[in-house]
Nanobody, 124 residues
Framework: QGQLVESGGGLVQAGGSLRLSCVAS????????MAWFRQVPGKEREFVAS????????RYSDSVKDRFFISRDNIKKAVYLQMNSLKPEDTAVYYC?????????????????WGQGTQVTVSS
């Protein structure tokens, strides 16, 4: 049974940084495009960033562009999200997910595996 496990969330002050990790097991990773989403209670899941299987192509939401950076290590079967200059509005549960289609189609329904999520809280 394939799974994704996120880690690295926590409480940080505005302006600080966090690095999220997501490790895959039991599923094809090296040829899969991956992404990070986030969600706050009462709102829809929001796309944050995506990366193609080789790591050479990335996409970011406008709200995190130039502050967040996605990367991956196919040997470790891991995808990362480096989050800098964090703002209170970045507070959410962050999920990593595997795409069935493409890193360039950031629609949640096109992702087939999801992690359990990791909470990120940014205080002002």
């Amino acid at each position: 049974q394939g799974q994704l496990v996120e880690s690295g969330g926590g409480l940080v002050q505005a302006g600080g940084s966090l690095r999220l990790s997501c490790v895959a097991s039991g599923l094809t990773f090296g040829r899969s495009d991956m992404a990070w989403f986030r969600q706050v209670p009462g709102k829809e899941r929001e796309f944050v960033a995506s990366i193609n299987w080789g790591g050479g192509s990335t996409r970011y939401s406008d709200s995190v562009k130039d502050r967040f950076f996605i990367s991956r290590d196919n040997i470790k079967k891991a995808v990362y999200l480096q989050m800098n200059s964090l703002k209170p509005e970045d507070t959410a549960v962050y999920y990593c997910a595997r795409s069935r289609l493409s890193w360039n189609i950031p629609i949640p329904s096109t992702f087939d595996y999801w992690g359990q999520g990791t909470q990120v809280t940014v205080s002002s």
